[in-house]
């Protein structure tokens, strides 16, 4: 797939063949929209037989005049050889003439000229190459109704070309051009219902599509969609997984179905894009111990993808899966200390997760990429908090067994006896964490917690409640 610079022609919008007659006597009497209007309709097939000689002629004509979109048609023409052989720097040049007056429309909202300098900035042509103008210049126009702006905003969001890839918003503008009529978008509307690729798989819709485009009048579209529908009787398309059963398995509990079902609704993978139900998906797996859940989940929320930026969040889930022992997750968020990223920045806690990382990286060259960082961050370091660190990292251990595992992540999540519990665990590897936990569950109410509590503060320096007391003000559970 690709946004189509020169080979396809704008749709015009609202022109039927019988206005042909009307457009011949305008142009011929040199009226200069009648002859672009012309040189669109034999370019594109709409109501005639494709011909780039006619096309050619009107355009000329019409940019002889000093039309911009005329000029931009006629050097597409030139640039592919539609009527003769390619002469790019004639093209090139007639692109370069036509830019300034595109501009100029575009400003004042002409949709048509808004779509060709779309094409314009997409390809880096007369301007510097800019795929976010591109796309947001598609957008303008296909709002209003522009078929081709619809097809080349489609193609963007299946590409990620100048907007996140998003390909149900793909399916959207392709079948709104499609059923304009358009050729191009019905064979990759077809393609999308055959894949099931940002939506449901519909085989037989797909075919429908392409079977619409091969019957097109525009020959090079009738030519492709044909040859596809050979192909794909020699090669029929297959039945892709049963998306139902899935989510019957997601809702279940299945940890590997929702994890699968969450990357589906992320990838629009025989589902429409629904970043709602990919947090939901993560957010369940997460919840029973899904280390890759809670790390994906922070990824989101770190970029802002799908949803609303927020790095504090982001930080909190990748800190569960650094302890529920995910190394990617244990590095970000050393990184995020390190940085201060979603948190206030904490050198410590960076130095002690990259000493937890390295001790579970065997390959010599990541481990010297790791002490790199290690000694970047240490650099800030007084000797008394490495030493710490040095102490906490030892007491290290991946959490293996189910029970452990799903303690960190219900305190994670603000269950007071998993707080507890979590407290009374760690309170001599790990004892101003404990504290933290011990306190939380404290204003639980949970039995047991306060003397808990109040013995574990008792062996700790005043520093050490301090800090503890100030994790537990800072604490907000995941999943709120």
Not at 21 to 44: M, N, P
Not at 97 to 102: A, K, T
Not at 207 to 216: G, H, R, S, T
């Amino acid at each position: 797939m690709r946004i189509f610079l020169l080979i396809v022609p704008l749709t015009v919008v609202g022109l039927s063949a019988n206005d042909l007659t009307v457009l011949l006597r305008k142009a011929e009497k040199g009226d200069v929209e009648a002859q672009y209007q012309l040189a669109e309709k034999y370019s594109e097939a709409i109501g005639v037989e494709q011909d780039y000689g006619k096309s050619y002629h009107w355009a000329k004509k019409a940019a002889d005049q000093g039309n911009p979109k005329a000029q931009y048609r006629l050097a597409s023409i030139i640039y592919t050889g539609g009527i003769g052989p390619k002469n790019q720097p004639e093209a090139l040049q007639l692109f370069l003439e036509s830019f300034i007056g595109l501009k100029k429309l575009s400003e004042k909202g002409d949709s048509d000229a808004r779509s060709k300098l779309g094409i314009l900035y997409a390809r880096g042509v007369g301007v510097k190459k800019d795929l976010t103008e591109a796309a947001k210049l598609f957008g303008q126009a296909a709002r209003v109704g522009h078929v081709k702006a619809q097809l080349d905003l489609a193609t963007a969001y299946l590409q990620g070309s100048g907007v996140n890839r998003n390909p149900t918003t793909a399916k959207h503008w392709f079948e709104k051009a499609a059923k304009a009529g358009n050729g191009q978008a019905q064979i990759e509307l077809g393609l999308l219902y055959i894949r099931g690729i940002g939506c449901r798989q519909n085989i037989m819709s797909g075919m429908d599509w392409i079977q619409k485009a091969a019957i097109q009048k525009h020959p090079s579209y009738a030519k492709q969609a044909s040859n596809l529908l050979s192909r794909l009787e020699i090669n029929p398309p297959q039945n892709g997984p049963d998306i139902d059963a899935l989510i019957k398995r997601a809702e279940t509990g299945e940890i590997k179905a929702q994890l699968e079902l969450a990357n589906r609704y992320e990838q629009g993978a025989g589902i429409k894009v629904d970043f709602s139900a990919v947090l939901r998906w993560l957010d369940a797996a997460a919840r029973q111990g899904s280390a890759s859940a809670s790390h994906h989940l922070g990824g989101m929320l770190m970029a802002g993808r799908g949803m609303k930026k927020n790095p504090e969040r982001a930080v909190h889930y990748w800190n569960l899966a650094a302890k529920l022992g995910l190394r990617g997750a244990q590095l970000d968020y050393a990184v995020a200390c390190a940085k201060g990223y979603g948190m206030h920045k904490n050198l410590p806690e960076a130095y002690y997760w990259m000493l937890v990382v390295r001790k579970a990286t065997p390959a010599d060259e990541q481990q010297n990429s790791l002490r790199s960082l290690q000694a970047a961050i240490s650099a800030g370091l007084k000797p008394d908090d490495i030493l710490e660190c040095l102490k906490r990292s030892r007491a290290w251990e991946h959490p293996q067994d189910h029970e452990t595992r799903l303690q960190i992540v219900l305190a994670e999540y603000g269950e007071p006896k998993a707080q507890y519990a979590r407290g009374l665990a760690i309170q001599d590897s790990h004892p101003v964490e404990a504290l933290k936990w011990l306190r939380l569950a404290e204003k639980a109410k949970v039995k047991g917690s306060e003397k808990s509590a109040e013995e574990l503060a008792s062996k700790l320096s005043k520093l050490q409640v301090e800090t503890a007391g100030d994790l537990m003000g800072g604490f907000n559970p995941l999943g709120h």
